[in-house]
Each structure stands twice: as C-alpha cells, then as structure tokens.
C-alpha cells in the first residue's frame, strides 16, 4: 500500500490529517481565557500545567494491572483493598489523590462491569484516561439497560449461573474490577501475571488474558 | 435488608440522580460517609455534606420482569435526599 497515490495517503502511505483550522468554540475559548488569567494572576504557571497534562498522560493501565496482580497474590492485600481500596492503592504507593475507589471481585459466581451513565467517571490514577467507546452514550446508555448483549460484543459471554452487577459511578466514587484469575497461573510471579490484566478486564468488559 | 424508593423527582438544574432509576425501589447496598451535595456544588454555592448510599437495583425492577436475566443488578450511588424507605417491590 505504501506506493499506492491516493488523495488521502501522503506519500508515505499514512491518511493526512486534515489541519485543524476551524474557529475556536466557544468553550475553547473560555478555557484559553481563564487560563490566562490564573497565569496572569499568578496562580498557575505554563509549566505547571504542562507537567500535570504530562502526569495524566504517563497514568496508564499497568498502575491498575499492578494492583490486580498482587491482589492476586497476596491474601491480606486482597483483604484490604476489597475493604478500602482507596487506602490499599495509597499504601502501595500510587498517587491517587482524593479519589474515593471501591474495588469489585470477579468470581465464577458474579461478574462486575463498571460504567458512568451521566458523564465519564473513571479511575483516571489508576487506569489512566478512558477509552472513547467508555464515554459514548451507546456503551453508556446500553450497559445499564442489556449489560450480557453489551458484554458479548465485548467477547464476554457469561453462563447463567453467573449473576452480572452493574455499577453505574454516578457521584463520588470510582471503581476497579479486579477480574478473576486466570487457571494456569499458579507459577507466574507478580509481574508475570501483571501482563495479563488489560485496561478492558479492569472496567468489566474483558477478562484477564491466559497465560 | 433495607428498602429504599429513588423519589420520582424532576428538578431543574445539576443532578446525580439518573432518570432511569427515579421512582425505582431497591436495597441499600452500604453507606458511603458523608459527601458535599453535588446539586450545590454545581453551581460554587455553600455545599452541605449529605450521607450518599450504594443502592442495588435488580434490572427486573427498573426495566420489567420480562427484561433477559432479570435478577442481574445495578448499583448507583444515590444521596440521602433522593431515597424514602419503601416495602419490597
């Protein structure tokens, strides 16, 4: 394809990205306004808000895959984030700041899937930002109402013995699957069975990967 | 078990309630302490903490018995203000 002269490709083969030169909105607007007045006022600076847009950037899914693996691991931590994982993530020594975070255990018998039908409330610290589909109103307006028909587009097909809990993040609180361990695993080490845990089996769309 | 009715309220403005569960009983599932009231917030005005609870739903009781998998469930959190004790559905 590479070689390939259509009016979308550059010439090395990749689409062009259209310039983005259209008005700024309204909204654009205002954030360049209010920015620039709590520079001007001193109350941030232009590095500070560059190295924070750059904190959010390097939180990503393996902060999250970390907790599960020594959830996995380790009898008492599982105890303890399962009772308040805000306190458990904080002593393993993530910066999840004010973050109120409940922690949800899939088991043979119920699997948990989280989603936030008023806006797109998500465990930023831990998981990183989330994913577009998690903030469209099809997966948010869906899940709620057909969870299994969603999940099997996801390829999570559950038995009927299998109860599926929903949990819609609708105030204050963030949530993170802890998705069931996969059979086979009993020798992998912590770090090992880290690289099985995807961003997906931490929202409930997915499950951990075999090993 | 406590039972709980989301009241069928419609105000104007800065809710946390979705529509789908308004007028909708279930259990409240725990406590989760005491959180300024997001409907003041909103709009930078003094906010109160209000107690906020984790409220299961089953899906039957929102969306009908004959909805697939009926006593698969639903947890929001709902403040203080917006629940009445009600009897079992």
């Excluded at chain 1, 899939?106 to 577009?132: E, F, I, W």
């Excluded at chain 1, 097909?157 to 695993?185: C, F, K, N, Q, W």
């Excluded at chain 2, 009231?37 to 018995?65: M, Q, S």
Aim: charged share 25%; with cysteine; hydrophobic share 40%.
């Amino acid at each position: 394809m590479p070689h390939d002269h259509h009016d979308h490709l550059s010439p090395s083969g990749h689409p062009y990205r259209e310039d983005d030169d259209t008005p700024l909105s309204y909204w654009q607007t205002m954030e360049i306004a209010v920015r620039e007045l709590l520079v001007e006022k001193g109350i941030t600076t232009p590095a500070d808000i560059a190295a924070q847009i750059e904190t959010m950037d390097a939180r990503s899914p393996a902060n999250g895959a970390q907790v599960v693996a020594r959830a996995w691991t380790d009898p008492a931590f599982r105890a303890e984030l399962l009772a308040d994982a805000s306190a458990a993530t904080r002593d393993m020594g993530f910066d999840i700041g004010p973050l109120n975070l409940i922690a949800l255990e899939n088991t043979a018998d119920v699997h948990n899937v989280v989603v936030c039908t008023l806006c797109s409330c998500y465990p930023r610290n831990l998981l990183g930002l989330p994913p577009d589909w998690y903030k469209s109103r099809a997966y948010r307006s869906r899940t709620v109402r057909e969870p299994r028909a969603v999940l099997a587009e996801f390829g999570v097909t559950l038995p009927d013995t299998t109860t599926v809990r929903v949990h819609d993040s609708t105030a204050d609180m963030r949530y993170i699957v802890i998705p069931a361990r996969p059979e086979g695993t009993e020798n992998l080490s912590e770090h090992e069975l880290a690289a099985l845990v995807t961003r997906d089996s931490m929202i409930g769309t997915g499950l951990a990967k075999l090993p | 078990m406590q039972h709980v009715r989301v009241k069928p309220m419609m105000p104007p403005g800065h809710v946390r309630t979705p529509h789908y569960l308004r007028g909708k009983i279930g259990v409240i599932e725990r406590s989760l302490g005491a959180f300024p009231n997001p409907e003041d917030l909103a709009y930078g005005h003094a906010a109160p903490a209000l107690p906020l609870y984790r409220v299961r739903f089953r899906l039957g009781d929102i969306w009908g018995e004959d909805t697939p998998h009926p006593d698969d469930t639903l947890d929001a959190e709902i403040y203080d203000h917006w629940l009445e004790p009600a009897d079992a559905p």
